[in-house]
């Protein structure tokens, strides 16, 4: 039996602001808090999300779906066993590029023999062509990769279309993972967002708690906290699913960064001595 010495990781999914980014940034924050190394393949132009955030372990490409992007896209793949782990984040409409090329390539043939594990992430709508397109990627993918099934209230806060149907069957016959992204509120939002335009630069949610020189609102600390910490919980119990073996096998579940810095106690201060 092979072991996966590599885990790529791709959303692959038409439809926009599903919560793909969010989601890839807290999994990145996760994997930096684990201690795991990492790359990332920033495709959004536009939102630039994962590569404002992390500058020193992403790369920004740039890609809108033309035909001309398959040789960028064909180069990410070649790198994938350059680290651990390689996250991508493709911006909308780039899935059947990026089906292309995986075919072209051969790819699933190539990640087999060198050990290589592929995880699918996807986002059930109730929108038929979501749906229609969550099939054609899964009936492409088949057995060949490990699905996670992301649920985000946020943007569907029911699935219906989703839920007992035939896809989500196939999904959980494949043995694909389920996680939920929890609902980050718009006080948390504005309040990073105002720390990032005063700090001119991307700040990642693990030091926007922990750096109290940054200066985040306490509140939203705490709530951002909480939000991290039942995110990394979950990442911890489907680590197999988004880690090579060997990191995945190392992963023991610790919280979200702290707030801050952690107090620190004189020795002896609040003792009698005198008695």
């Not at 718009?186 to 967002?193: D, G, I, Q, S, Y």
Request: with cysteine; aromatic share 6%.
């Amino acid at each position: 039996m092979k072991t996966t010495k590599h885990r790529l990781i791709l959303p692959m999914q038409a439809k926009g602001n599903v919560g793909k980014s969010i989601e890839t940034a807290a999994r990145a924050c996760w994997l930096n808090q684990r201690g795991i190394p990492w790359q990332g393949f920033d495709l959004d132009g536009d939102n630039r999300t994962l590569s404002r955030l992390f500058p020193g372990q992403t790369k920004l490409v740039p890609l809108n779906g033309q035909a001309e992007d398959l040789d960028e896209l064909i180069s990410i793949l070649r790198k994938t066993t350059a680290a651990p782990v390689t996250l991508v984040d493709p911006r909308a409409h780039l899935d059947g590029l990026i089906i292309k090329a995986l075919h072209a390539t051969h790819f699933f043939e190539i990640a087999n023999t060198q050990n290589i594990g592929i995880t699918v992430m996807v986002f059930p709508l109730d929108d038929l062509d979501v749906m229609t397109n969550l099939d054609a990627v899964c009936q492409f993918c088949g057995s060949q990769v490990e699905y996670v099934i992301v649920r985000n209230p946020a943007r569907a806060a029911k699935t219906r279309m989703f839920d007992g149907s035939e896809l989500e069957r196939e999904l959980l016959n494949l043995h694909a993972a389920t996680i939920k992204l929890p609902v980050l509120s718009e006080f948390v939002k504005l309040r990073l967002a105002k720390m990032e335009a005063d700090h001119q630069r991307g700040v990642p949610f693990n030091e926007a708690i922990g750096n109290d020189s940054l200066g985040l609102d306490i509140m939203a600390r705490g709530v951002l906290q909480d939000w991290l910490g039942t995110l990394f919980a979950q990442y911890d119990q489907i680590a197999a699913k988004v880690l090579p073996a060997l990191e995945a096998a190392g992963i023991k579940p610790r919280n979200a960064p702290p707030i801050g810095e952690p107090a620190t106690a004189k020795r002896g201060a609040k003792a009698n001595l005198i008695a």
